[in-house]
């Protein structure tokens, strides 16, 4: 079963969207921006709020950036695996990789060449469910269930996911 943070935080009342940037000093490819717009995209399908990428990373709702190791947020990267990336509650909006994972944004990671790689949509999919506002699930299916296997790709919402979102807008 879905879970919020403590205190249930979201989006305010009536935002019908949220804009997203990526750290202009990362020189994220197309690929990869592509990538995260499909992942936004599964949650506006089934709420109310829709995402669009922002002008200016500065004024953005949401920030995207890879780093590795300590980037100054108190939650140090960890390396190959571990910790993936996080994401804070709202409407805080940071929203870090670790540059340190093998990261697949195309093509099928089940059959990646590496036993480390990690489906970049999948974890992107799992954070965006924290920057708006839910917790982890119990539902081994769930999109929010808080653990993956390497090597996996999960990027559809389930049933438990969609409750709980709807539940918050
Ligand atoms: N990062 C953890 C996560 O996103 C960070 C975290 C731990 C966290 N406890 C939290 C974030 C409580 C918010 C609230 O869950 S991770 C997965 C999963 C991670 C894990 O790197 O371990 C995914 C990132 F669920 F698959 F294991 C993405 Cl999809
Ligand atoms: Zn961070
Ligand atoms: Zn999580």
Same mark, same amino acid.
């Given at each position: ?10 989006? !305010? ?8 940037? %990526?750290? /202009?000093? $990362? ?12 992942? %936004? ?9 829709? %995402? ?5 990373? #500065? ?6 950036? %890879?780093?590795? =190791?300590?980037?100054?947020? =108190?939650? !140090? ?9 996080? #994401?804070?509650? /709202?409407? $805080?909006?940071?929203? @870090? ?9 195309? =093509?099928?990671?089940?059959? #990646?060449?590496?036993? $480390? ?8 999919? @799992?954070?965006?469910? @924290?920057?708006?506002?839910? =917790? ?9 269930? /808080?653990?993956?296997? #390497? ?6 919402? $389930? ?11």
């Amino acid at each position: 079963h879905y879970s919020f943070f403590e205190g249930e935080p979201r989006w !305010p009342e009536g935002t019908s969207e949220l804009t997203y940037a %990526f750290d /202009p000093d $990362n020189g994220l490819t197309d690929t990869v921006k592509s990538v995260f717009a499909s992942a %936004f995209s599964r949650w506006s399908e089934v709420t109310t709020i829709s %995402f669009r990428e922002a002008e200016s990373y #500065a004024g953005a709702d949401i920030r995207i950036g %890879f780093y590795s =190791g300590d980037h100054g947020d =108190g939650e !140090p990267f960890d390396g190959v695996l571990g910790t993936l990336a996080h #994401a804070f509650s /709202p409407t $805080n909006g940071r929203f @870090h990789l670790d540059e340190a994972e093998d990261w697949v944004a195309s =093509g099928d990671v089940t059959k #990646a060449s590496v036993s $480390n790689a990690v489906d970049l949509e999948s974890v992107a999919v @799992h954070e965006i469910g @924290h920057l708006l506002g839910l =917790g982890h699930s119990s539902v081994e299916e769930a999109i929010m269930y /808080p653990t993956i296997s #390497a090597k996996t790709r999960k990027v559809d919402l $389930n049933e438990d996911d969609v409750l709980g979102i709807q539940e918050l807008y």
